[in-house]
C-alpha cells in the first residue's frame, strides 16, 4: 500500500504542537492504522518536525540534519529530500491528541471544573 505525504508549504514556519517553538517542516501524513477496537482508520493528520522535540525520534535526526544543512526544502532537492521525508513518515508517531483531550474534558466535567 502506498502511503502519500503531502509537506505543507506555508508562509510563516509552522508552529510545534508540543513545544512552540518553530518547527521545520509541516506534512500531512497517513495515520490511525488500528483504533482501540482493532479496526482499521483512514486519516490523515498534520505533523511538525521539531529540531528539539524529535531529535531523539525515529527517522527524524537525519531530515532535522538535512534541514540544518539546506535550509529549507526545495524542488531541486527532492531526491534525497523525499527519501528522508518518507523514512521520517513511515515512523513518526502521531499521539492521539484529541482523545486525550476530550478524555481530559469529560474527567473535568465529572469533577465539575466545567
Ligand atoms: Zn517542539
Known sequence: MKRRIDVMTTQEPPLCPRCGAEGLLWARVPHGWANAAGGAVEGRTGVVLCAGCDADAPGAAPLITWFHVHGQAQEQDSEEFARLLVAWAEQVAVP???????DTE???????DL
Not at 96 to 102: A, C, G, H, S, V
Not at 106 to 112: A, N, T
Open 96 to 102: 492521539p491528541l484529541d482523545e486525550q483531550r476530550l
Open 106 to 112: 469529560i474527567e473535568m466535567w465529572r469533577r465539575g
